[in-house]
């Protein structure tokens, strides 16, 4: 089949041990890539899970799962992998479901998120990956916003679903639940069908893929990716970690977000890595890291917050010595860190970045152990064509600079990146112009260059790995009958690398008091995800504000910057890790 050989070729290219070598075979590779006209039908599931690894490595492990608090474990092999999700395939198939039609996936690390995720790409459904941190508020406007087909939830989310659902009205075609619920199915009634079906005919353009993705100044927006941006686009991926046949790597990330699809999906799938995933209530570090030991992983990609926890164990205690590649991804990882790291394991962690709206295009691949300068974030992978420029479009080009990262389409396309936000062509034709994609973000080259990441161009908040819309926030609190106006920005954090912080203006009759606070506090515990609950609110009398009356969040963040250096505390100041009211809700 047509782009069999690309991913042969990727695993070869990823199998080079001499990485001076390996370095002139991805350029070589990626070259190729960029300038080929890829056939008009592709289906990933069928030509490269099935057409390669099931028939070359059918009865390799391709998914090792564990739950980390009951010691549960399950295994699958490619071939496994594959019939589960040909059997879901299937099921959906008798009731109606087919190609271009939709499916909700709102699962914690279970292997059925895996399985469903191969059965939307063969079967050419729409996945849309939800957290199933969200809220009965927010999956209500996902399904009004795009009304599911499908959904596949575990069972103690069901009933949050079932709300949503009857509050958007909504009837989708199947409900699946894992466990047992009234009115859902059972995931283990599947079994009884059949485990081989016939893929659907995708287009390489065709929409296979939807993310709700956070924005500054409106509620989520959906990106879209098709059946050649992801699973082709990741090969850069799958190279910039130098992820090879047989080689078992671990992400440290949940579904319901791109990097669970970059990193515990696409890139060792695209390769014939082993999966794993590893289910836990909340983060124990030791365990955490006692796994990692346990199935001898060969690499292992986390976010910053993670790794500043990792290094705090003693890490002499965990037989690390099967580790190649340590991989983060997220935000800018703190130097002192990765020596940390380095100092125990005897490899360094290679920071890389990307979007929801792209694959990995800026990152430090293998070849670049040794070599890397840490706290630089890479240079641009070679399936990107990335610039830096200014506010004007013009590129930079003089060392030191900051400018706006932008992939540049007129010498070529990458394929890695997403085509359009769904039915938003105003926040499409503000990301795309002039021929450049704008990732809102800015860098600067040093004069060697390396990149290095200064911050986000527009408002979204970075905290621990999660993208936080100030206008969610903002629209949350605003529903308060005490808060008259307020503005919410990224507080610098050294553990988070941003807390996220609310300015409130309170109405007539309203004063600052810890009391309400508090009850500021709470009423976004009900309506938002747990990670975009202000972590501080301060009350002021006023927000700066342009003329035209729009909040100068630049402002707000700078202020916050300064008073963080001085290490200042005001007096109307709130600190939601000081409420002992809120210990059992972090």
Request: glycine share 8%; charged share 25%.
């Amino acid at each position: 089949m047509p782009l069999q050989y690309l991913f042969k070729d990727a695993m070869v290219l990823n199998s080079i041990r001499d990485m001076q070598e390996r370095e002139a075979a991805a350029k070589s590779f990626f070259e190729k890539l960029n300038k080929m006209n890829l056939p008009d039908k592709f289906n990933w599931a069928a030509e490269i899970f099935e057409g390669i690894h099931v028939k070359e490595r059918g009865d390799q492990p391709a998914l090792i799962w564990t739950d980390l608090d009951s010691a549960a474990e399950r295994r699958y092999t490619y071939r496994e992998v594959m019939q589960n999700g040909n059997k879901l395939l299937n099921y959906l198939r008798k009731r109606g479901v087919e190609k271009g039609h939709n499916i909700y996936i709102l699962c914690p690390i279970v292997p059925e998120t895996w399985f469903a995720s191969f059965a939307g790409i063969k079967g050419g459904l729409v996945s849309v990956p939800t957290a199933t941190t969200m809220t009965e508020s927010e999956i209500k406007f996902r399904f009004e916003t795009y009304p599911p087909d499908v959904v596949l939830a575990f069972e103690g989310l069901s009933d949050l679903v079932d709300n949503a659902l009857q509050n958007a009205a909504c009837t989708p075609k199947a409900k699946i639940v894992l466990g047992k619920k009234d009115g859902w199915v059972s995931y283990t009634e599947l079994e009884s069908e059949s485990a081989e079906a016939a893929p659907a005919d995708v287009g390489k353009d065709d929409v296979l893929f939807c993310f709700f993705t956070s924005g500054t100044t409106g509620l989520p927006k959906r990106v879209g990716h098709s059946a050649t941006s992801y699973p082709v686009g990741h090969l850069s991926t799958a190279v910039m970690i130098g992820l090879e046949p047989g080689d078992i790597h671990h992400n440290l990330s949940a579904p319901g977000w791109a990097k669970w699809a970059w990193s515990s999906f696409f890139a060792p799938f695209n390769v014939g890595a082993t999966a794993t995933g590893f289910a836990f209530t909340a983060l124990n570090a030791e365990k955490y890291i006692a796994a990692v030991a346990k199935y001898k992983m060969n690499s292992f990609c986390a976010p910053p917050t993670a790794w500043r926890t990792f290094v705090g164990l003693d890490l002499s205690k965990y037989d690390l010595g099967s580790m190649k590649y340590s991989l983060s991804a997220g935000e800018p990882l703190n130097p002192e860190v990765i020596d940390q790291w380095k100092n125990a394991t005897g490899n360094e962690i290679r920071d890389f970045y990307g979007q929801t709206e792209s694959t990995c295009m800026i990152g430090n691949p293998p070849w670049m152990e040794g070599k890397m300068r840490l706290g630089s974030f890479g240079y641009p992978a070679y399936m990107y064509d990335v610039v830096l420029v200014d506010d004007y479009g013009a590129e930079i080009t003089d060392a030191g600079d900051p400018g706006h990262i932008a992939v540049r389409l007129k010498n070529w396309r990458a394929l890695g990146l997403f085509h359009q936000y769904i039915d938003d062509p105003e926040k499409t034709q503000g990301a795309f112009k002039d021929d450049l994609y704008y990732t809102g973000d800015k860098a600067f080259i040093d004069q060697d260059g390396y990149w290095w990441f200064v911050g986000r161009s527009d408002d979204v908040i970075k905290s621990s790995d999660y993208r936080v819309g100030p206008f969610e926030v903002e629209s949350a609190l605003i529903e308060h009958p005490a808060v008259l106006e307020t503005a919410v920005v990224g507080s610098p954090d050294p553990n988070r690398y941003q807390l996220v912080k609310a300015f409130v203006i309170l109405a007539a009759g309203h004063e600052p008091s810890r009391e309400l606070a508090l009850a500021l506090f709470k009423h976004t515990i009900n309506v938002l995800a747990k990670f975009k609950i202000p972590r501080i609110i301060e009350f002021v009398d006023e927000l700066p504000k342009t003329i035209s009356g729009k909040i100068r969040r630049v402002e707000l963040r700078k202020n916050e910057e300064n008073k963080k250096k001085m290490k200042s505390v005001l007096p109307n100041e709130y600190f939601y890790h000081e409420f002992k009211e809120l210990s059992s809700k972090k």
